[in-house]
């Protein structure tokens, strides 16, 4: 760590050495982000740890450099996190998350990729109007699309509901709280027939921070619940979504050009 790291990610610029990278593949989870850079990336170096959000340099196949980054759970940490990986040269960042599918034909297993978001994130408010578009890069959605193509695994593409609480705004009540306010009472079924994929709570803030900050984002989500059967996630079967999610974001980040 150098004396100019940022506070929150724990490294800076002068860490990534003479050939820095301009891709970051951030994932909420610290261990996925550990697990993409130690087992599918080459002359891995450990940033930091700093905070549970873990940071690691490495090589694609092609020798691109890329980052594997944590960025917490929900769009605050997100925020902080994405804020300060621009400003170490981050010019492209591809999402690797799991959701909760609310179509009954987006099974568990399945993956996710969204071309926008419906937004309803504190965090994205701070960034630009509630009207500001929250898009996904077109070109680092199709590169994901492709990839998902050629490895045949099961995808969809569509618009995702970003929001911040995994409780009360997915409208689950099968938890230390039982009641939702009436604004939020039926707000699946209303997303479902507005054709809303699916939940999670980072894209929509990611999103509006690449269209203000000038950089390219796109994510994939590994669908780990079907709202339309449970509010559970299903854990037989989040492994291997999350291995299908891991292998089509580093086949599409393989085939981007620098």
């Not at 891709?23 to 610290?30: M, W």
């Not at 300060?84 to 040269?89: A, F, I, M, S």
């Not at 209303?190 to 796109?218: D, I, Q, S």
């Amino acid at each position: 760590m150098t004396h100019n790291s940022f506070y929150h990610i724990g490294f800076g610029r002068d860490d990534l050495g003479s050939h820095p990278p301009t891709l970051a593949l951030l994932s909420g989870d610290p261990e996925r982000a550990r697990l993409i850079a130690q087992e599918h990336l080459q002359d891995v170096r450990r940033l930091s740890e700093n905070r549970g959000l873990n940071s690691y340099v490495g090589s694609l196949p092609n020798g691109r450099p890329v980052l594997s980054a944590t960025s917490g759970m929900g769009a605050p940490s997100l925020s902080i996190v994405v804020n300060e990986l621009v400003q170490v040269g981050i010019r492209q960042i591809i999402r690797i998350g799991t959701c909760g599918s609310i179509q009954p034909y987006v099974p568990v297993g399945a993956l996710v990729i969204s071309n926008g978001a419906l937004c309803r994130q504190g965090a994205a408010n701070d960034l630009a109007p509630i009207e500001y578009p929250a898009v996904a890069d077109p070109f680092l959605t199709v590169a994901l699309v492709k990839a998902a193509e050629e490895l045949e695994v099961e995808h969809y593409l569509g618009i995702t509901a970003s929001v911040d609480t995994f409780y009360e705004g997915q409208e689950r009540t099968d938890s230390a709280n039982p009641y939702l306010m009436r604004s939020l009472q039926g707000i699946t079924e209303e997303y479902r027939r507005l054709n809303v994929l699916n939940y999670e709570m980072e894209c929509g803030t990611l999103f509006k921070m690449a269209g203000v900050y000038n950089f390219a984002a796109a994510c994939v989500c590994a669908v780990v619940a079907q709202r339309t059967v449970d509010e559970k996630v299903i854990l037989e079967q989040k492994d291997v979504a999350v291995k299908n999610v891991i292998a089509v974001a580093l086949r599409a980040a393989t085939s981007l050009i620098q």
